[in-house]
């Protein structure tokens, strides 16, 4: 109860904050908008050549993508650790959050937030909704709710993966470039993974799960009945990763030594 | 001009310094790339030709353009606005040189890093990985060099149109931003200009922005003939002319308008 208290504080905080530089809260929603138009645009030219890629549809594709912006913008609203290694531990700033009496990565999650990025969210829905109607999609009740829980789930791999890397920094002193990677790879995500070969289908799938954010859960809506099984592995895999993530995160606190000063 | 050549050699000192961060940036690099590639692969499927590109074509445009863009690609506009911010302008307007073309100077001399080892050693590596075609021509070669060196310059100068903007708007990440994703769609890294509809490329061709990455790339895979490829040569060099303008003109009212706070 206090975690959900202090969640709503910290919104509280964040939102006054931002609503001090309303004209940059603009463009950078704005920015993030235009973003996702390009990658809109990319799949619209593309199609304009070709009718099916890999077996699939203009309109499933771009409901593939609209998918993924849901999970993708609850990640980056929640989970911006990709500085975690120069912030945290080369300013020592970790050793404030380790005297106060919450989670440390819960605080971090907290501070760190970008809320206007759930405006991508709203984007996603858009998009699905316009794929949808253009795929005639039919709707059952079910379907608000397994959508949260594939959303959900989807964040999760999301966020596992990157606490992981982040975990490193408890290991390794040295800076990584494997963020930046990461996020690349991210990418691979949003298209259907029998488009890549199977060495890369299978990192996707088992190793690093990108393709659980996207394609898997966004082909039960689709009624691809071969991957349904994947499909509702998505909270499986999210809780998983999470969870690995979170012990490894403990124990990477146990070994922090502060940085000195 | 000792004294520009001397910054281009300090960047590249100063970059070969922390090289490491290079190694990680070719597999990135090569992640897109092969992202790309079997995204185009399953466009491709059956057909044999898109618009008068082969497969094979289409993924050495692809590896070529990302090569290529670690090349011209530098983030003077966010120094520029970071040294705006921060007031260090001042001490740089104080120095004997022209501010502009001592960040154009530092932007080449990391780009002349990044060609020597990111782009060249990057494309051997993705040439083992994915089925590339090299030209055995040599006019192609000298044409893709002159038209890559013009492509860092329209580039650079876009940049630093966006840098000078800091001085007007104060804060412009977003704008940073926006560009970049801009100048990835519509240069052609993403998206061979060619293939976008015949409306888009009408407009496109009053842009600069395929002087940045489609012209060299097209070169490179030999999908230009030797006319088109000078045309396309001479269009961005006429670019490269015209932009100075729009520089030139917000750099004399960004000046006078300079108030630097503290110091």
Known sequence: ?261 | MDKYIEMIRIRFLMMLAYRTNYYTGILIYSINIGAYYFLWSAIYGEKDAIEGMSVIQMSTYVAVAWMARAFYFNNIDREMAAEIKEGKVAVELIRPYNYLGMKTMQGLGEGIFRLFFFSVPGMVIVSFIFPLQFSADWTTWIFFAVSIVLSFFINTQINLLTGITTFFLFNNTGLIRAKRVVIDLFSGLLIPISFFPLWAQDVLKYLPFQGISYVPSMIFTNSFSNNEAIQAIIMQGIWVLILIIPIQVLWIIAKKQLIIQGG
């Not at chain 1, 795929?135 to 379907?143: A, E, K, N, P, R």
């Not at chain 1, 999301?158 to 408890?170: D, E, M, P």
């Open chain 1, 1 to 261: 109860m206090f975690y959900i208290a202090i969640f709503f504080q910290y919104v509280a905080q964040y939102m006054k904050t931002r609503m001090q530089y309303r004209a940059d809260l603009f463009v950078e929603i704005f920015s993030d908008l235009l973003f996702q138009a390009v990658n809109l645009i990319f799949i619209l030219v593309v199609f304009g050549h070709t009718n099916l890629l890999g077996g699939w549809t203009r309109d499933e594709i771009i409901f593939i993508y609209g998918f993924f912006l849901v999970p993708y913008a609850l990640f980056s609203s929640f989970f911006n650790i990709w500085n975690f290694n120069e912030r945290y531990i080369v300013k020592g700033e970790l050793d404030r959050i380790l005297t106060r009496p919450i989670h440390s990565l819960f605080q971090i999650v907290l501070e760190r937030m970008e809320l206007e990025s759930l405006f991508g969210a709203v984007t996603g829905i858009a998009v699905m909704i316009y794929a949808g109607n253009n795929l005639g999609l039919g709707f059952s009740w079910t379907d608000p709710f397994l959508f949260f829980l594939f959303v959900i789930g989807g964040m999760l791999v999301y966020g596992g993966i990157f606490v992981l890397i982040a975990c490193i920094s408890f290991w390794a002193d040295a800076r990584t470039s494997i963020m930046p990677m990461m996020y690349n790879i991210g990418n691979y995500g949003r298209y259907p993974v029998d488009i890549y070969n199977s060495v890369i289908r299978f990192v996707l799938t088992w190793v690093l799960p990108f393709a659980f954010v996207g394609v898997y859960p966004a082909s039960y809506f689709l009624g691809k009945e071969e991957w349904f099984l994947y499909s509702f592995l998505t909270p499986v895999i999210g809780i998983v990763f999470f969870s690995i993530s979170i012990v490894t995160w403990n124990s990477g606190v146990k070994r922090y030594r502060g940085a000195g000063n």
